[in-house]
Structure formats: C-alpha cells, structure tokens
C-alpha cells in the first residue's frame, strides 16, 4: 500500500475527530441560548497572536470581554474567536454566559454556529468519502 493510501485510511479518524468537534460546540452554543444568562459588556482589551498563514506570519486579535453579573461580580475572558483586525476597546456588547461556569460565553450577534457546523459537517464528508475510498479500493483488489 503506497502513502497515498495510508492518508486515506488515517482520514476517516481526523473525520470523526472533527465531527466529534464540531458536535461539541453547537451543543455548548446552544445549550448557552437556552439556559444561559445575559450581561452588557465591553471589550478590554486585544489577546495578540502570531500565526502561520500561507507561508506568512500574521497577527490574530482574540477580544478578552468582561462584564458584571446581576449579583455584583465582574468576569472578564478571552473569546475563543479571533480575528485578524483588532476589536475595539471599550466598544460594549452583550455577553451570554453560564451562570455555573462564566468562563463558557458567547457574544451576542456572533454566528459561533457557522464554524462549528462546517467543521461537523467538513468531518462527515471526509470520514465517508475516505471510508468509499478504502472500500472501492479494496473491492477492485
């Protein structure tokens, strides 16, 4: 079996590893809109971070948002989305956070589903078309 084929057996594993992904974070997202808790916020600062792009080092701005609870306390996390245009400090937005864990947040108006979605359903395309694969092959053999 040549290295071609050795990739397309180890790509079903990566497939269900990004179904697995994708899955987990539409139900925190989710499960943020229907049990969790709204706050008015503001964006503190920006989490700067070199990344590798096309061969090229580029910047990647994660906003860190705090905001204050009903009960008087305040949080304040980094996003786990980022972008690479820094947000702008100070600007306000609304959070929607677990009461039981804040660090778990979203900002409203944010589409978190749309990556999540593509990687569940990315996934599920190379999980079954390199398992086609491998069966096509093994069946003209």
């Known amino acids: 079996m040549d290295s071609n084929w050795l990739l397309i057996a180890l790509a079903p594993f990566l497939g269900v590893?990004?179904?697995?992904?994708?899955?987990?974070?539409?139900?925190?997202?989710?499960?943020?809109?229907?049990?969790?808790?709204?706050?008015?916020g503001w964006i503190v600062r920006n989490a700067a971070r070199q990344r590798r792009s096309d061969g090229a080092k580029r910047t990647f701005y994660y906003p860190v948002v705090a905001w204050t609870t009903e009960d008087g306390r305040t949080y304040e996390y980094e996003h786990s989305c980022g972008n690479d245009a820094a947000f702008g400090v100070g600007a306000p937005v609304t959070v929607r956070y677990a009461p039981e864990a804040p660090d778990e947040f979203t900002i409203e108006g944010w589409a978190p589903d749309i990556p999540y979605g593509a990687l569940t359903v990315g996934g599920a395309v190379l999980a079954v078309g390199s398992v086609t694969a491998l069966i096509v092959r093994f069946l003209a053999f």
């Open 17 to 40: 590893f990004l179904v697995r992904f994708g899955v987990d974070g539409l139900r925190r997202t989710r499960r943020l809109r229907r049990t969790g808790v709204t706050a008015d």
